[in-house]
T-cell receptor, first 114, second 116 residues
Framework: KAGVTQTPRYLIKTRGQQVTLSCSPI?????VSWYQQTPGQGLQFLFE???????NKGNFPGRFSGRQFSNSRSEMNVSTLELGDSALYLC?????????????FGPGTRLLVL | AQSVTQLDSHVSVSEGTPVLLRCNYS??????LFWYVQHPNKGLQLLLK??????LVKGINGFEAEFKKSETSFHLTKPSAHMSDAAEYFC??????????????FGSGTRLSIRP
């Protein structure tokens, strides 16, 4: 069974631009979560989607948004990029949702904002 | 309030010696607890998880963790370190909040170095 895939793997943008990252969960998984990983802040939860609906949201500004499609694939969008948005963005999928569910992580998209 | 504290940002051990990575948590309800490992330039991989079954949880690569409710701890151990264990380790707490949400909190991570 293929794992969680994320595209692109690497991305360079400039301040003010917007970016869209894509995540394809493991087949059969309906929950997709997004995380931001930076050296200073560690791993921080962005949001979770389940059955095309955002179910849970972390403490990030409205510039960060996402969506999930009927095939469970998810996209994350960041508008008006700032230098501080440079990070590794990780996507994780799980079969169901709720506490106790094991999340399987993709390799991440490394975003550099210049 | 839910929180996770990894007590050591960096642990260094010699190859063949025991590993102990410490994690303390606080949770309002019965949490699920996880340990993930992240090797350089690789994604996060699940080592093991606790979900209110046996308090001693065995994971992959010889790692295990013991859930101690009285101490609110979930320390990760391995009897004998291997060079390939060098990585960043994250303790994670997850709990359901009502029927429509869950909260997932990652610890700050512990970098494990292995000396030859």
């Amino acid at each position: 069974k293929a794992g969680v895939t994320q595209t692109p793997r690497y991305l360079i943008k400039t301040r003010g631009q917007q970016v869209t990252l894509s995540c394809s969960p493991i087949s059969g998984h309906r929950s997709v979560s997004w995380y931001q990983q930076t050296p200073g802040q560690g791993l921080q939860f962005l949001f979770e989607y389940f059955s095309e609906t955002q179910r849970n949201k972390g403490n990030f500004p409205g510039r960060f948004s996402g969506r999930q499609f009927s095939n469970s694939r998810s996209e994350m969008n960041v508008s008006t990029l700032e230098l501080g948005d440079s990070a590794l963005y990780l996507c994780a999928s799980s079969v169901l949702r709720g506490g106790g569910e094991t999340q399987y992580f993709g390799p991440g998209t490394r975003l550099l904002v210049l | 309030a839910q929180s996770v504290t990894q007590l050591d940002s960096h642990v260094s051990v010699s190859e063949g010696t025991p590993v102990l990575l410490r994690c303390n948590y606080s949770s309002s309800y019965s949490p699920s607890l996880f340990w993930y490992v992240q090797h350089p330039n690789k994604g996060l991989q699940l080592l093991l998880k606790y979900t209110s079954a046996a308090t001693l949880v065995k994971g992959i690569n010889g790692f295990e963790a013991e859930f101690k409710k009285s101490e609110t701890s979930f320390h990760l151990t391995k009897p004998s370190a291997h060079m390939s264990d060098a990585a960043e380790y994250f303790c994670v707490v997850s709990e359901s909040v009502g029927s429509s949400a869950s909260k997932i909190i990652f610890g700050s991570g512990t970098r494990l170095s292995i000396r030859p």
